[in-house]
């Protein structure tokens, strides 16, 4: 299998959106999802760190620092991602549920998958610092929350100024796998409502540098209002190491 290309729309100050790719390797040996980005497959990979604050009348860097890797293998996409913070121990993490749409509300990371890399659909997954779940997918601009697959594994971990999270995405959950030449759209959001000042959270999504992606969806934004909880205003937004893990349906 060739490297997995994934795209997205880059936010300027002003101008039309650009693309950038991150090139998602393939790796001999897929991580062990126990959410400490410890395995030897993360080592060496690109990655990307340039993370800015959308929602804004011009987008800018985030208050806190985001840094993120991927590859895949012959069973499905990896993401590891680490969220520095330093107010680790005011997280909110009240969700423990599967399948809650009050997710978001927590500190949490949201990725999107777009297999077709039309700009219209995607496949999302969210979870928070408990490693709960929440799925749910768009077509052609319509959501739908009830979209389910059980296959996909998330564990965290939490340290004194961070928290880690593994993502493992079977190609079976996708419904897709990649091919030689494929760019597929990708994007990462993480809320973050630790350092008190902003309320409603800190909407961001990666900018490429280097060899690391932008990691932003075309057509993501008109979307993101449409949830329980209420709108997505644009933003104003330790201790012993724990782990937390939802390993899914057995494949």
């Known amino acids: ?66 840094a993120a890797r991927a590859c895949y293998d012959d069973s499905g996409l990896y993401l590891g991602i680490a969220l520095s913070d330093e107010h680790i121990g005011t997280l909110r993490a009240a969700i423990h549920d599967r399948d809650n749409p009050l997710t978001w509300t927590d500190d949490c990371v949201e990725i999107m998958v777009d297999p077709t890399n039309s700009g219209s659909s995607y496949l999302k997954f969210c979870t928070n610092l408990n490693a709960a779940r929440y799925d749910e997918r768009s077509a052609d601009l319509v959501l739908d929350g009830g979209w389910n697959v059980e296959g996909w594994q998330v564990a965290t971990s939490r340290n004194a100024d961070s928290w880690t999270i593994e993502f493992a995405l079977p190609w079976s959950d996708v419904g897709a ?15 973050s409502f630790s350092t008190g000042g902003f309320p409603r959270g800190d909407l961001v999504a990666g900018r490429g540098r280097g060899a690391a992606a932008e990691l932003r969806v075309p057509g993501l934004r008109p979307l993101l209002d449409r949830r329980p909880g209420g709108p997505r205003a644009p ?14 349906a057995p494949a």
């Open 1 to 66: 299998m060739a490297p997995l290309a994934l795209a997205g729309g880059q936010a300027p100050a002003s101008g039309p959106a650009t693309v950038a790719l991150y090139l998602c390797e393939q790796c001999a040996q897929p991580p062990v999802a126990d959410g400490r980005l410890d395995d030897l497959c993360w080592q060496g990979l690109p990655m990307t760190d340039a993370f800015y604050q959308y929602w804004t009348p011009i987008p800018k860097p985030p208050p806190l620092k985001t």
């Open 235 to 248: 933003g104003q937004r330790g201790g012993e190491d724990q782990g937390n893990a939802h390993p899914g």
């Open 177 to 191: 796998s990649p091919r030689d030449g494929d760019i597929w759209s990708f994007d990462l959001v993480r809320y």
